[in-house]
């Protein structure tokens, strides 16, 4: 019987941190030359409300990367995840866990479908989670006009708009979910097969690595996190948002603080920490942006350079290793 692999994780180049302290500080001086402030209380609690909401979804679709796959449904799930918490919940404290619940279930039930299709029916990923994101999308246009539900009081004060002092709990929560990711990645078997499963797939089911259940657990765990990333922003609205996933451009902004977090998108290489600085950089991109009041067109042509940027940069950091490797 074959001796199964397991393949250490390379750890993430700390370039998107030193990107991170560089934009805070040129940012910090634009905007006080521009007569306002960078670091006060309101602009840094916005800015993790929005890593918090970016941050749970780009973790899981490290988990699904990491492997070598993807998922584009994550911003239907975040959607449809905000209806079923605010239609179950109907504005009661006492409906609060049993929706959570339901959120979650219905999240996991969508990942299974996801890593099924990838695995069983061997259907490329893209495709795979962008027919089950259009699924999703033409239940939430047929069914929905704009908001409903309403979100329990409790969940709103707690995990909507509550600090520990300048942090909100969400971002907490985004804590706790990325260690927990980070262990799972790092420490234990799962971890160790899920890289090797998007190092290479082959030498990994040679080895004894069950490729199937890694992947399709990556996937139910990314749809978990797109699930409880709907759970905030209900909190956060109200009531349920049949298009605030899409809105949001939450699929797109989650790869985007993945591959800028260091993950390599052919899998097999990165990690939960870059990702997190990824998530940190975005959200301080848009925080600089917004107190310089720039257009949001002009917004998103800059993020997009800098992700340009940054997936040249590991390119050819990835190519000189190679060619290193091979004299």
Known sequence: MSAVVTLPVKRTAPGVFIALALTLAVGWLVVMLNGGQLF???????????????????????????????????????????????ETMHGSDAALLPAVGLVLAVSAGIGLVNGLLVTKLRINA??????????????????????????????????????????????LL?????????????????GHHLVAVGGDPEVARLSGVRNDRVLVTAHVLCSLCAGLAGIYLASRLGSGAPRVGVEGLY??????????????????????????????????????????????????????????????VYARRSLRKRRGTAV
């Open 251 to 312: 699929d797109l902004e989650s790869i985007a603080a993945v591959v800028l977090g260091g993950t390599a998108l052919a899998g097999g290489r990165g990690g939960v920490a870059g990702t997190v600085g990824g998530v940190l950089l975005l959200a301080s991109i848009d925080a600089i942006f917004n107190q310089l009041e720039v257009d949001a067109f002009f917004k998103q042509v800059i993020r997009g350079v800098v992700i340009i940027a940054a997936v040249a």
């Open 40 to 86: 006060n209380q309101a602009t840094t609690v916005s800015l993790l409300h929005v890593a918090a909401g970016l941050g749970l979804v780009a973790v899981g679709q490290t988990l699904v990367i990491l492997g070598g796959s993807l998922d584009l449904s994550v911003a239907y799930v975040i959607s449809l995840s905000t209806l079923v918490a605010a």
């Open 126 to 171: 893209f495709i795979a989670t962008v027919g089950v994101g259009l699924l999703l999308k033409g239940y939430l246009d047929n069914g929905y006009d704009g908001p409903a539900g309403k979100t329990a009081p409790a969940l709103v004060a707690s995990l909507g708009y509550q600090r520990v002092g300048p942090v909100p709990v969400s971002f």
């Open 174 to 190: 985004l804590m706790g979910v990325a260690v927990a990711a980070w262990f799972a990645v790092t420490r234990t078997r799962f």
